[in-house]
Structures are given as C-alpha cells and as structure tokens.
C-alpha cells in the first residue's frame, strides 16, 4: 500500500512537473505571434499548406519554395502550417484551401492572400515576394532589386 502511495506521489509529480515547464519549452502559435513577429518585420508570410507536397514538381511544390525563399529576405519573416493539422492560425485567418499565402504588412493586417496552385497563383506569388525583396532592401536603405 505504501509502495502504491509514492509511486502515485511520483507520477503525480511528474504530470506537475511536465505542465509547469511545458509552457515555457513550447513555442507560441496562438494568432498574437503573427502580430508580435510582425512588429519587428516589413512584412510576414504565412504558409498554410499540406508541407509533404514540397518534394514535388507540381505548383504546389513550387509555391511552398517560392514561400520559404520570401523567408530569406531581410525584414520578412516566415511561418508555415501543415493544413493535415489544422489549429488556431488556419481558423483566425479563415483558411478554407490548401495551399493558402497569406502575406501581412508589419501590422499583422492581411495584404495579400493566394490560394490554390495553379501556374497564376505560382506567378503572382512569385511577384508579391520579389516586391517584398524591393521593400526591405528600400526600408533598409538598400538599392532596390
């Protein structure tokens, strides 16, 4: 009886344990991070998409890499969800098709929203990153490209 006691007290404290810390090891993903990365950038690309389909030859495929390429440009900053495990973000931005470019200005306000695959959106998503490469380097104090 005794032995089933402590064994109960040390699994009880390992569930505290495992609940007080998980907050501070787990990173933010609640709708607020878009909002407080967008503070420090010129502009923040949300990538919602089923990330698997990035090895491919499809537009799909090409869309997440065109994404992840505006990831690279200074003051633009990246983020990307998997559309097989749907949470917070994909409802408060409504997304409804994978995959979805959501770009928001550095007020976390949505400018831009591209949805689908097709060699269209590929393009267009193509120009949006090549002018946000223009508005950081000219917010920068940079030549644009």
Do not use: Y
């Not at 404290?13 to 503070?39: C, M, N, Q």
């Not at 633009?76 to 917070?88: I, L, Y």
Request: one cysteine or more; glycine letters at 8%.
């Amino acid at each position: 009886m005794k032995k089933n006691f402590v064994i109960s007290g040390i699994v009880a404290l390992a569930i505290l344990a495992v609940l007080w810390f998980k907050p501070a090891l787990s990173p933010k993903s609640g709708p607020d991070e878009v909002t407080e990365a967008s503070k420090e950038t010129v502009a923040s690309v949300l990538l919602f998409a089923d990330l698997w389909e990035a090895e491919g030859n499809d537009e799909c495929a090409e869309i997440i890499r065109i994404a992840r390429s505006a990831g690279e440009l200074p003051g633009v900053s990246m983020r990307e969800f998997d559309t097989r495990q749907p949470g917070e973000q994909a409802q408060h931005f409504k997304v409804l098709v994978s995959p979805t470019v959501i770009i928001t200005g550095p007020d976390g306000i949505e400018q831009t929203r591209l949805e689908g695959e097709s060699s269209d959106i590929v393009e267009q998503l193509r120009t949006a990153v090549n002018a946000l490469g223009n508005s950081a380097s000219e917010q920068s104090g940079g030549q644009p490209r």
